[in-house]
């Protein structure tokens, strides 16, 4: 541990003293191990645990998100709303394969409940895809509703303990809390609310991710 510790300060101090001196740091760089470099945010000087948990549970949120979305497209892909779910699963790819970086960056186990999300994800998508593009639009504005919530509770974590500190972790939450307030709001715009039993549906869903959310976080 101390010398992948070692490893990663020497990798920040090569991007920020390297050629010209210019700092090359960025969010998009591909190599994931430098990545929080610019606020010298390493593994010795972090909550372990409390980014343990907000990653390990971000990730399967995102990994659950994206086999909802799986499980709608399979049964309404070649629908009028296809190309509409299509759009948000292709955001929602693009926040696993980030979360799949932080995992490997931060040295985070996942959770142990992948394969039930697995399958519980994809079961959820297509059971209410075949409901009709309300019902589905609906299984989207629930999930998306209790992710939403639950990035703001974590970026008023983060913010509490040191917003300098994970300011680039809190940058790709905000981004993602935004994008899911986003296909909240698509999935009312494409009448939600007139799926069979609205109110009831998107409580039971709403239900059963918080129980998911509690478990991701720490098993």
Partial sequence: ??????????GCQRLRYGAGSERKWSLQSKQTSFRFCSTGMTLDNINKPAIDRII???????YGANRIYAG?????????VGPVIQQMWDQEKDHLKKFNELMVTFRVRPTILLPFWNVAGFALG???ALLGKEGAMA???AVEESISDHYNSQIRTLMEEDPEKYKELLQIIKKFRDDELEHHDV?????AELAPAYSLLKTAIQIGCKA????????
């Fill in 1 to 10: 541990m101390e010398a992948a510790v070692r490893g990663l300060r020497a």
């Fill in 56 to 62: 390990r549970v971000d990730h399967a949120g995102e």
């Fill in 72 to 80: 709608q497209m399979a049964v309404l892909g070649r629908t009028t």
């Fill in 126 to 128: 297509a059971g209410t």
């Fill in 139 to 141: 299984c989207t504005v």
């Fill in 187 to 191: 999935g009312l715009d494409h009448n």
């Fill in 212 to 219: 998911a959310i509690f478990l991701s976080e720490r098993i």
